[in-house]
């Protein structure tokens, strides 16, 4: 089950990117955090941007209501979602790839 914390600057969760894969989509959760390939390649925060914008879709909020908190450069990120409630966020490693 993915582990996510509600604090008053909005829901907080860990995320394992896969840059380069065939297809961005959603991997399931593991360990609690939840796993994205993205086809981008993380070069000029490419595959940074795509993990935005796909969080931003899935969750129905603005691409500014979704932050990387930690991790820029790193495979493992820390995000900060606004405007969406924990349900919304949990049930995001259910959705698969797409």
Not at 28 to 36: A, C, F, M, S
Not at 55 to 72: K, M
Request: charged share 25%; hydrophobic share 45%.
């Amino acid at each position: 089950m993915l582990k996510c914390v509600e604090d008053r600057g909005g829901i907080f969760f860990m995320v394992r990117v896969v840059p380069r894969a065939s297809r961005t989509g959603f991997a399931g959760d593991h360990d609690g955090v939840l796993r994205v390939r993205l086809a981008a390649p993380p070069v000029d925060g490419a595959a940074n941007d795509e993990l935005i914008a796909l969080l931003a879709e899935a969750l129905r909020i603005p691409r500014r209501a979704v932050e990387i908190v930690h991790g820029h450069n790193a495979k493992s990120k820390r995000i900060r979602v606004c405007g969406t409630n924990r349900q919304a966020v949990l049930d995001l490693a259910a959705l698969g790839l797409r």
